[in-house]
């Protein structure tokens, strides 16, 4: 890492001459030099990059990544059409596999969903074509703050993080409002499309979770309020990395919300926590990826434990994931659902009952950083 000094230099020269200062802004003109990213595309660009700036360096350990084992044929897959049958048997069978997948893993792999295999491919396609626009033209989108409903941006919140990560993304509100970017040409559509069938199809997830909790199937929903429920569709840009291994495209979080659904295009980069362990995730085939999220937890009183998952990036080809999150809706008071604590004969909650809107703005002020926003929100228990 000691050539970094001399890269970030050369960099910088590079910038003023050849850019406009728009993506890197020297803080200070005196080493050691801290560059504040914009995005993360056009350093990944630059001619003969070959080492990163320090402050994208999250570990000088070479094998953390590779600690990630390859046991992803032990994920939980469920198949959807079970989970939607009118046969009893074939529906309880599938909910017992959503039971074992949310208590066991927090994670698992949805077939046989029904969304079009084209469509999937045309959202991944565009949601590539949009960071692939010119920069001027992206930063039309750039939000400030969490509840603004279109937000282009880089790393996670680098108004509050000094090592970076090599991530851009957009998120846009689409539920309970549609929005979206107007660029580039037929994304809207593709954007509404996509989302509302992915809605649908977390709905459905979420009547199971509610019937795997031993509640009724639509007790969840109306507790959470998920007919004005928050979906965000977020594109996420990993642009091939020089050194991989030293840095983060994502760094290990849980997600907020209920349940997160994920598509990417075919490039693996996702890995999730179990036992202790990372394990890569090698999507099947037009699989849709699912994890439960700090939400979920609280609502279930802990039963479900939100899923710490991560995104490490690599040196040949970008990588593009497209996400949906799906939550209550943002004014609903997040509490452990009562029938559930009196199953469990405890009259406590073992999280604060905080609205959703809140707590969006708490995990956003500040770093990104494992299960750390939940763990404010969570009692002790003695
Ligand atoms: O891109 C990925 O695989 C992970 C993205 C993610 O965890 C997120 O957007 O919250
Ligand atoms: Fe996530």
Redesign the pocket.
Known sequence: MKDNTTYIHKLSNSVSSNHSSVWLQMEKATTPLVLKPSNIKQLAQSPHLRFIPSNYVHSTNNHDHDDADDASNSIPILDFSLLTSHHPHQRSAAIHQLTKACQDWGFFMVVNHGIPENLMKAVIDCTHEFFNLPEEEKQEFAGKHVLDPIRYGTSFNTSKENIFFW?D?LKVFVHPHFHSPTKPHGYRDIMAEYSEKLREVARKLLAGVSESLGLEESFLDKALDLESGLQIF?G?Y?PPCPQPELTM??PP?S?HGLL?L?I?NQVG??QVQHQGKWIN?NALPNSL?V?TGDHLEIFSNGKYKSNV???VVNNKVT?I?V?T?HGPSLETIVRPASPLMEKENSTSSAYIPMKYRDYLELQQSNQLDAKTCLERVKIPRN
């Open positions: 991530r993304y977020v996420n990993y495209g994502m979080h997600d997160t994920l990417h980069g996702l995730v990826l994890n998952h991560r995104a990588r994931s996400v999150a």
